[in-house]
């Protein structure tokens, strides 16, 4: 009888030590989330544009740049030239688009802003194709930001993961059977 009160004892202890070190995981896994959302939201600021890396999805931009490279933007409130690479949003769409600065529009009223016509470096025509209906121009506001410095083909796991929207899944669930089943030493 003894021995079968101990070992219920046992388990009990190591039901409890099982919780705790499972509560130590998810707060773990918190601290490490948290973390990366803080870098995140300090390198906005500091660049001063709303999505500071950009991977490229396209073709469109080749030589210069390939489908998986990782662009680092910032935004100032210098003038756009041509020939700058810059990273646009369309209204009513969700994914940026890199492509140079092909011709600006100086306005004739003082109160305008300079408007920029984009193209894809390996595009034969320029975006107006692009834009929304009936906007042949894009708007300072429709900048996220200038390429200013790249890393090739880094970007390429962003890629698969929406190119095989199953894929995303199961490195989801990976890493959360890492992290339930990981011990600490």
Same mark, same amino acid.
């Given at each position: 009888m003894q021995s079968v009160l101990s070992w219920f004892q046992h388990a009990r202890h190591q039901l409890k030590a099982g919780k705790r070190n499972m509560f130590l995981q998810v707060i773990q896994l918190g601290m490490i989330v948290s973390t990366a959302l803080m870098m995140w939201k300090g390198l906005v600021l500091v660049t001063n544009s709303e999505s500071p890396v950009v991977v490229v999805l396209s073709g469109s931009m080749e030589p210069a740049f390939y489908r998986g490279d990782v662009l680092f933007l910032t935004r100032s409130s210098a003038p756009i030239?041509? %020939?700058? !690479?810059?990273?646009?949003? !369309?209204?009513? @769409?969700? &994914?940026? !688009? #890199?492509? @140079?600065? *092909?011709? /600006?529009?100086?306005? /004739?009223?003082? %109160?305008?802003? #300079? @408007? *920029?016509? /984009?193209? %894809?470096?390996?595009?034969r025509v320029d975006d107006r194709g692009l834009y929304n209906r009936g906007q042949f121009w894009l708007d300072p506001d429709d900048i996220i930001g200038r390429a200013q410095a790249w890393c090739p083909y880094v970007g390429f796991p962003? &890629?698969?993961?929406?190119?095989?929207p199953l894929l995303k899944y199961v490195v989801l669930g990976l890493m959360g059977v890492m992290v339930i089943f990981s011990k600490e030493e």
């Open positions: 030239e041509v %020939g700058e !690479i810059v990273v646009f949003k !369309i209204k009513g @769409r969700d &994914i940026p !688009i #890199v492509h @140079r600065v *092909l011709e /600006t529009h100086y306005p /004739t009223n003082p %109160g305008q802003k #300079v @408007r *920029l016509l /984009t193209k %894809g470096d390996n595009n962003t &890629i698969m993961l929406s190119d095989y």
